[in-house]
């Protein structure tokens, strides 16, 4: 499997971007899928979560903020982020989750006046 994420950029604070990753080689929809960052100087996190069956969970500074979803039929998973706070500043990742496949190019999200 091959994941390749983008839709970044540059955004102000209170801001939107969605986020997509799409995946070849075979179809992601057997395994939960997650989004996962990796701010300057920190560790990749995960960061949102869906399952095979559409359950989604988040980790608590993103509630409210970030939406998962999945299209089957595309094989694609997307990231809705809302209200951008600078602190979302990362380099952006899809993974399955838990981790599985290699780690594909992620995308950046800067969020800065």
Do not use: H
């Amino acid at each position: 499997v091959q994941l390749q994420a983008s839709g970044g950029g540059l955004a102000q604070p209170g801001g939107s971007l969605r986020l997509s990753c799409a995946a070849s080689g075979r179809p992601l929809m057997i395994n939960s899928m997650g989004w996962y960052r990796q701010a300057p100087g920190k560790l990749r996190e995960l960061v949102a979560s869906v399952t095979s069956g559409g359950s989604t969970n988040y980790v608590d500074s993103v509630k409210g903020r970030f939406t998962i979803s999945r299209d089957t039929a595309k094989n694609t998973v997307y990231l809705q982020i809302n209200s951008l706070k600078p602190e979302d500043t990362a380099v952006y990742y899809c993974n399955s989750n838990p981790i599985y496949w290699p780690w594909g190019q992620g995308t950046q999200v800067t969020v800065s006046s």
